[in-house]
């Protein structure tokens, strides 16, 4: 029993050490990243009893911020916490709140997400927008919008640029969610690739500019904002050549291309809408390769029916190469898209690749001797003794950590 006590004391110790140690360890990463020592904010969420300890007159706020269901604070309150607040560094949660609104943030134009931190709104019933009106750029593996039914917009009309590696979803929100032209792109047309990605929602009605249509494609138009239908009495070709975006789904119906060689500039096809396709190809008898000469991404929420390709010339079929390279380029990935008439780049794999050579096997003294195909060793090496499995056992030494 005393041996007890005295281990549960020594633990305790050792743990609110390196509890203090932690963060001190945090803060400093926190300096690195440009925050000043007074801006960094140490409280687990913001309420009534932390809100003497935030850092109001920063433009640059360091922290993990957590407003959720016992954040015992007005919407004018928050308005008044963050309004100095123009770069966010480290987190961002908003949980199960009441609030309408989350434009007491509108000030933010970065937000910098430090190390497995992540910005999240979940579960906030009765918000019908981010209100996050100035805000440019975020930098966060983990990005989250979902579960709050009222929520009909994000309302981020200068976002610009989105840089994360793990989940973006924004989903399950109001029945007739939409995002604009500009919001899309900033998701979806960046460098990095996250590799979960969950968008269900509608395009916005746009605004239209001197490089973006609808409709009609323009002289010049380079971001084409609804469903593209291009037919065998489409007259406008050239004004094809610069297009780099579309949002929506392009529809190549029953043309006379024997390539795609037209699209020359097209980076991206987006469709958001989970009961369209981002690419149908249909018709086109003459039409020999499926490839686009600059593409980059093709994404869509429709997981099966994405990428369509039905009773266009038959070397598409036979072609496993130009398949893969489309699937590559589909996000989010999968093993039936796209689709030719039903075969998969596996079947076309599979049915245009040559079996290959059998060795010969003869029999000396009722043993079997394998001789391997032309071009083949016929030297046989052990390599059971360098095997992995073979070597002798490794010790692994679990190492446990107090996290407060």
């Keep these: 029993m005393y041996e007890s006590l005295i281990f549960l004391i020594f633990l305790f110790i050792f743990c609110y ?16 990243k440009g925050c000043n020592s007074t801006c960094i904010y140490r409280e687990d969420r913001i309420s009534s009893k932390t809100i003497s300890n935030f850092p109001k007159n920063c433009s640059t706020l360091c922290g993990y911020f957590v407003i959720d269901d016992l954040t015992d604070l007005s919407e004018k309150q928050l308005i008044s916490l963050f309004e100095n607040a123009k770069i966010l560094i ?53 990005f989250t919008i979902s579960d709050s039914s009222k929520m009909t917009k994000l309302n981020m009309p200068k ?15 109001a029945s007739d969610f939409c995002m604009s032209g500009d919001e899309i792109k900033g998701f979806l047309t960046t460098t990095t690739v996250p590799a979960n990605v969950e968008i269900s929602g509608k395009l916005c009605d746009f605004v239209k500019n001197d490089k973006s249509c609808t409709k009609d ?12 239908t291009i037919g ?11 297009l780099e975006t579309i949002i929506g789904t392009l529809f190549l119906n029953a043309t006379n291309f024997i390539d795609l060689s037209i699209f020359e500039n097209l980076h991206y096809i987006i469709q958001i809408d989970q009961k369209k396709s981002a690419l149908k190809v249909e018709g086109n008898e003459m039409l020999n390769s499926a490839l686009f000469p600059s593409l980059k ?14 009773n266009n010339h038959e070397n598409l079929k036979n072609d ?20 030719f008439d039903d075969i998969s780049c596996e079947d076309m794999k599979v ?14 003294l009722g043993n079997p001797i394998v001789t391997p195909p032309p071009g083949h060793s016929e030297t046989c090496t052990d390599n059971s003794e360098g095997n992995i499995w073979n070597s002798k056992p490794i010790l692994l030494i679990s190492l446990f950590s107090c996290i407060f």
């Design 90 to 142: 480290g987190g961002l949660t908003i949980f199960d709140t009441n609030y309408t609104t989350g434009s007491f943030l509108s000030g933010l134009e970065a937000i910098d997400c430090m190390y497995d931190s992540v910005v999240e709104w979940v579960s906030n019933m009765k918000m019908t927008e981010s209100g996050l009106t100035n805000l440019k750029n975020i930098s966060c593996n983990d």
């Design 159 to 173: 976002f610009e640029n989105y840089q994360g590696t793990n989940n973006l979803v924004i989903s399950r929100l």
């Design 217 to 228: 494609v323009s002289d010049g138009c380079t971001d084409f904002y609804g469903d593209l």
């Design 17 to 32: 050490f390196a509890s203090a140690q932690n963060g001190v360890v945090i803060e400093q990463e926190f300096v690195k």
């Design 351 to 364: 049915v245009n690749t040559p079996a290959p050579e059998t060795p010969a096997v003869t029999q000396v």
């Design 320 to 339: 496993p190469m130009t398949c893969y390279k489309i699937r590559n380029s589909v996000m989010p990935s999968s093993l039936w898209v796209p689709d």
């Design 297 to 310: 991404r093709i994404f869509s929420t429709s997981p099966l029916e994405s990428v369509i390709f039905k």
């Design 232 to 242: 065998p009495n489409f007259s406008d070709l050239e004004k094809l050549k610069s």
